[in-house]
């Protein structure tokens, strides 16, 4: 019987008592733009805690072979896309960190998961408009996420 023998790792080095890894704020949209509530929360938990806000897009990208090709690549109308820019440049003039992603994928909740806990948000705050879309539709996606996301939820309609 061979030994083997593995290289030494040495073990992290303890946090200072008070200092903890300083995790973002995430405020996430489904292609619409934010409600204003949402957007308030955001910032202000990012404010407080002096920690990166990053803003996500998520539009959904079909599956259709032949949908990039013709322009239906993308379902999210300019105006929404400028109004989410809009609040970027707001939120960096709070004076923020502001990171800005904008994802495209045919599971848009999905990739909104996956970043949170890449990214290991302290908050994840769902700002879509709930009036602009069918209330099976968002309630599905607040299941999802409540079932699946690591971190706190604000959701966007759902409270003060």
């Known amino acids: 019987m061979a030994l083997t023998s593995r290289p030494h790792v040495p073990p992290a080095p303890p946090e200072a008592p008070g200092h903890s890894r ?31 806000l990053i803003v996500v897009d998520v539009v959904e990208q079909p599956l259709w072979p032949l949908a990039v090709q013709f322009g239906r690549g993308a379902l ?20 923020l960190d502001v990171e800005h992603l904008r994802l495209r994928s045919p599971r848009p909740v999905e990739a909104l998961l996956e970043v949170a806990g890449e990214r ?19 309630q599905r996606v607040v ?11 604000w959701i966007a309609g759902e409270g003060p």
């Open 76 to 95: 999210e109308l300019d105006d929404d896309r400028a109004a989410i820019r809009q609040l970027v440049e707001h939120a960096a003039g709070l004076g």
């Open 22 to 52: 300083r995790r973002p704020v995430i405020l996430a949209t489904l292609a619409v733009p934010f409600d204003p509530d949402a957007a308030r929360v955001a910032f202000q938990a990012a404010l407080e805690t002096e920690v990166t």
């Open 143 to 153: 299941r999802k996420i409540r079932r699946r996301a690591s971190c706190l939820i």
């Open 120 to 138: 290991s948000a302290a908050l994840l705050v769902l700002g879509s408009d709930p009036g602009r879309f069918k209330p099976r539709f968002f």
